[in-house]
């Protein structure tokens, strides 16, 4: 049985953070999805196609490394997929309390599901899509902050 992990998020855009996780992830399982969600609820910066096309772009270098866009429950995705595990990123406490009740109600819907939380390397726990667009709507620098593949679209979007 080979082990399918997904990676859920928005992904908004994608941010060096990110890709540490995955690029750790992709070592553990034989296969990674990540998972760009469609939510109605949140306001995206770029379409759903656009992030997952920057994911794509960035990681095309890892072979068992796939995307894929979802809108619904992520447990229905990860059953219809046959994966065992939903991995999220932890960085500050604050993002325990999210995950832990996330967590919760994941497991209360779908039992089998293994939710795996990885930490954010201390060079990285700061980095959010939220924090880097409010970089690039500033004019900072964004190297260091997103993949080189992100810098251009993010600057043409922000400049908009
Ligand atoms: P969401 O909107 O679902 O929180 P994000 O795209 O912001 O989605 O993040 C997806 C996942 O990646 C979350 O589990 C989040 O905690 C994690 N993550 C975000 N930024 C980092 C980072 N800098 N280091 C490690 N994990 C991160």
């Known amino acids: 049985m080979s082990r399918i992990a ?18 750790r992830i992709a070592g553990l399982f034989d296969e990674v999805i990540v998972l760009v969600s469609q939510s109605s609820q949140k306001k995206a910066l770029f379409t759903a196609e656009e992030r997952k096309a920057l994911i794509e772009k960035t990681l095309k270098h890892i072979p068992n490394m796939k995307v894929d ?19 999220r990123g932890l960085r500050a406490v604050v993002d325990f309390e ?3 009740t996330m967590s919760s109600i994941n497991q209360k819907l779908a039992p089998e599901i293994e939710t795996m939380l990885v930490f954010a390397r201390p060079e990285f726990y700061y980095i959010s899509s939220r924090g880097v667009k409010e ?24 400049r908009k």
């Open 6 to 23: 997904v990676y859920p998020g928005s992904f908004d855009p994608i941010t060096v953070g990110h890709v540490d996780i995955i690029t």
């Open 69 to 87: 866009i979802f809108e619904g429950l992520t447990t229905d995705y990860v059953r219809q997929k046959k994966a065992q595990v939903i991995v």
């Open 98 to 100: 999210y995950e832990m």
């Open 135 to 158: 970089v690039a709507m500033n004019g900072g620098a964004l190297e260091g902050l997103v993949p080189p593949t992100v810098v251009q679209p993010l600057l043409e979007k922000t």
